[in-house]
């Protein structure tokens, strides 16, 4: 049996619950201060990021668009028509300022939030399961990172340019909200931010034995048709779009498979 590391003194539940306060505080604290910081970079904030994916110069549209023409197709053009932002309340812009930049503090933050996490789950682990999970913090970001990343500039452009150009009538005018517009952005990133942290997840399902790669072999077909339906819903009706949407989500599932595979066969040599 691996025996704890002899720094660790063993904690009581109440030394736990006041350990958790603690780093449930000291998270709060790093989100309102990058929050505040956040607060004085309004312009950029939302001229630049929260309401650059709508226009026809965004990195992504403007890609998208060469591309379509190196294929002699405009249906990758997308967002080419500015469309207008209403607000219809009185205190509408000012709440959605606070929401940004609440969501621009815990996102800056979240690295820190992690290291947090470790150090307090770290202490109940082993010497062997701590060098298990080596590097918990650095891949944990990387895949949130990557995941936001691809869902702010693949994913938002591809659902603006679908959900804003979708008539069903011609006598019927859309009318943008900012908040939900806003929304749109804010949930769709941090959502994909939080899908890819799937093969994290599903490492520590397999340790727990929860998970097999038995399961997910099982289940990799109806996992493929929720990737694809999910592409379709996001995409513009082209084949292109929906695979660029849907392969990172399908190698993501690969990975994991293999993940949950090594965790079985160092189970196995532990026995």
């Given at each position: 049996m691996a025996e704890q590391n002899p720094a660790d003194k063993e904690m009581s539940f109440w030394?736990?619950?006041?350990?958790?306060?603690?780093?449930?505080?000291?998270s709060a604290i790093a989100v309102v201060i990058l929050a505040v910081v956040a607060f004085f970079f309004k312009d950029f904030i939302y001229d630049t990021i929260i309401l650059g994916p709508r226009k026809a110069d965004f990195i992504t549209n403007r890609l998208f668009c060469e591309f379509g023409h190196l294929m002699n197709t405009d249906a990758l053009c997308i967002n080419q028509r500015e469309f207008?932002?209403?607000?219809?309340?009185?205190?509408?812009?000012?709440?959605?300022?606070?929401?940004?930049?609440?969501?621009?503090?815990?996102?800056?933050?979240?690295?820190?939030?992690?290291?947090?996490?470790?150090?307090?789950?770290?202490?109940a682990l082993t010497n062997r399961e701590r060098m298990g999970v080596r590097g918990f913090v650095f891949v944990t970001n990387f895949l949130f990172l990557v995941g936001l990343s691809f869902?702010?500039?693949?994913?938002?452009?591809?659902?603006?340019d679908f959900l804003a150009g979708y008539m069903l009538s011609d006598d019927i005018s859309n009318v943008i909200r900012l908040?939900?517009?806003?929304?749109?952005?804010?949930?769709?990133?941090?959502?994909?931010?939080?899908?890819?942290?799937?093969?994290?997840?599903?490492?520590?399902?397999?340790?727990?034995?929860?998970v097999s790669v038995k399961t997910l072999k099982t289940y990799r077909k109806h996992a493929l048709v929720v990737f694809f339906i999910l592409a379709a819903i996001l995409t513009p009706p082209d084949v292109i779009s929906q695979i660029l949407v849907a392969l990172p989500l399908i190698l993501l599932y690969e990975v994991s498979i293999r993940i949950a595979r090594n965790v079985e066969k160092k189970r196995i040599q532990e026995l």
């Open positions: 030394d736990h619950l006041e350990a958790l306060r603690f780093t449930l505080m000291r207008p932002i209403s607000n219809f309340e009185l205190a509408g812009q000012f709440r959605n300022h606070m929401f940004i930049t609440l969501v621009a503090g815990l996102v800056v933050a979240m690295p820190y939030i992690l290291i947090e996490i470790w150090n307090f789950i770290r202490p869902g702010y500039f693949v994913i938002v452009p591809l659902a603006i908040g939900s517009y806003i929304r749109t952005v804010v949930m769709i990133s941090l959502s994909t931010g939080i899908v890819f942290e799937l093969p994290v997840l599903i490492f520590f399902l397999a340790k727990m034995g929860v």
